[in-house]
């Protein structure tokens, strides 16, 4: 069965093509802050573009302009970002089977492999719905991160430090909306917990 991308009609609009934008807009909207911290650290505008179009994954992005903010060559830069990008490979594995892209779709599907396309997909019951969730959630955050990477690079200066607008809160609160539904028995809500007080007690102790 071919994959393709689902018609965004309202009238077709499934749970996984709701959630998918959700997701989106949640973490299209984080772009600005990698546009404008992108520019802070002294790249340009296309430069900043550039990443969000061809390397695509926003926790390689921001640790390849946090090495060239921190004085590191591009080498460097590269090696870290392609050290985070290491896990699109391993959800590539799991989404090939999952929603079975053809042809040139292999591709766009390669490129739009990242952690809200594959988690809106692994969220879904059915294999219809998993695609669905994977299309409407990779194709989304795509255009959305690169219009809002856009914004940022171009405002700049003019939003001062775009972490005091809190976007990043938006991105944590779209995986946990995520996370939510699989939350009904007693061990993944303990992990759950687990997880968020470790996170907690981390934060102090860590660098911003």
Do not use: H
């Not at 976007?167 to 995520?178: I, K, M, S, Y």
């Amino acid at each position: 069965m071919e994959s393709s991308p689902p018609t965004l009609r309202p009238s077709t609009w499934t749970p996984a093509i709701r959630m998918g934008l959700s997701i989106a807009v949640a973490t299209g909207l984080y772009g600005i802050s990698f546009g404008a911290l992108a520019v802070a650290a002294g790249l340009t505008v296309w430069q900043a573009m550039a990443l969000s179009l061809l390397m695509f994954t926003g926790g390689s992005q921001f640790a390849f302009i946090g090495v060239i903010a921190g004085g590191g060559g591009g080498s460097a830069a590269l090696g870290a970002a392609a050290l985070l990008g290491v896990r699109n490979a391993v959800y590539g594995m799991q989404l090939n089977a999952m929603i079975a892209p053809t042809g040139w779709r292999k591709a766009v599907a390669a490129q739009l492999t990242i952690d809200e396309s594959a988690a809106t997909a692994a969220g879904q019951q059915s294999a219809v719905e998993q695609r669905r969730g994977f299309w409407t959630a990779g194709v989304g955050v795509f255009v959305l991160w690169n219009l809002f990477t856009l914004v940022g690079a171009l405002l700049g200066d003019a939003l001062g430090d775009p972490r005091r607008w809190g976007l990043d809160g938006a991105a944590v609160a779209a995986f946990l909306a995520l996370l939510w539904p699989r939350l009904q028995q007693r061990e993944p809500v303990a992990l759950a917990v687990l997880c968020g007080v470790a996170t907690a007690l981390a934060v102090p102790l860590l660098p911003p």
